[in-house]
T-cell receptor, first 114, second 114 residues
Framework: DTGVSQDPRHKITKRGQNVTFRCDPI?????LYWYRQTLGQGPEFLTY????????KSRLLSDRFSAERPKGSFSTLEIQRTEQGDSAMYLCASSFSQSVYEQYFGPGTRLTVT | AQKITQTQPGMFVQEKEAVTLDCTYD???????LFWYKQPSSGEMIFLIY??????QNATEGRYSLNFQKARKSANLVISASQLGDSAMYFCAMRKNTGNQFYFGTGTSLTVIP
């Protein structure tokens, strides 16, 4: 197993376009998290899945953001009608529910909205 | 609301010396976990160390130790015998044991000088 993977690694899009990112967690991990990180800041929680169920969603997440995790495996994060303020690194992390400790992070997808 | 404060935006340390990175947190919960992550320039977040709020002993992992002072709500990271590869951003984070959100600080940039 090579860890958490994310695709694409970089995405440049024009304002108003929709974008979709994919995250493949470590295979035995049933918990999956999405974060957004802007320059000079720590990761900001967006949403959390346990298996296929989306159990928590940040109040800061606008309706333009939606995430899915069909079948409890990979997850997608979609941003509709992108805005320049959406430019950030989007990080995915996974963990095993029996572990209270760490999350394992992917390399992130860097989004630039022009 | 949970809040993590890292007051040192940048730190320098001589190679082979020890360095302490500060972290304070604010929560009304009694049960929580504290984490430190390293983020090199490549962008991937790497878990370093964990401390549970009920743990009486300070956590240690190799050259990393966590100086946990619960009454002061501080969880400082101590890196001993600094190496050039320790140069990175370091983030303190907290997770309530009743929830799934991780709250991150704004990070400290550590530079190890040869």
């Amino acid at each position: 197993d090579t860890g958490v993977s994310q695709d694409p690694r970089h995405k440049i899009t024009k304002r108003g376009q929709n974008v979709t990112f994919r995250c493949d967690p470590i295979s035995e991990h049933n918990r999956l998290y999405w974060y957004r990180q802007t320059l000079g800041q720590g990761p900001e929680f967006l949403t959390y899945f346990q298996n296929e169920a989306q159990l928590e969603k940040s109040r800061l997440l606008s309706d333009r953001f939606s995430a899915e995790r069909p079948k409890g495996s990979f997850s997608t994060l979609e941003i509709q009608r992108t805005e320049q303020g959406d430019s950030a690194m989007y990080l995915c992390a996974s963990s095993f529910s029996q572990s209270v400790y760490e999350q394992y992070f992917g390399p992130g997808t860097r989004l630039t909205v022009t | 609301a949970q809040k993590i404060t890292q007051t040192q935006p940048g730190m320098f340390v001589q190679e082979k010396e020890a360095v302490t990175l500060d972290c304070t947190y604010d929560t009304s919960d009694q049960s929580y976990g504290l984490f430190w992550y390293k983020q090199p320039s490549s962008g991937e977040m790497i878990f370093l160390i964990y401390q549970g709020s009920y743990d009486e002993q300070n956590a240690t992992e190799g050259r990393y130790s966590l100086n946990f002072q619960k009454a002061r709500k501080s969880a400082n990271l101590v890196i001993s015998a600094s190496q050039l590869g320790d140069s990175a951003m370091y983030f303190c984070a907290m997770r309530k044991n009743t929830g799934n959100q991780f709250y991150f600080g704004t990070g400290t940039s550590l530079t190890v000088i040869p």
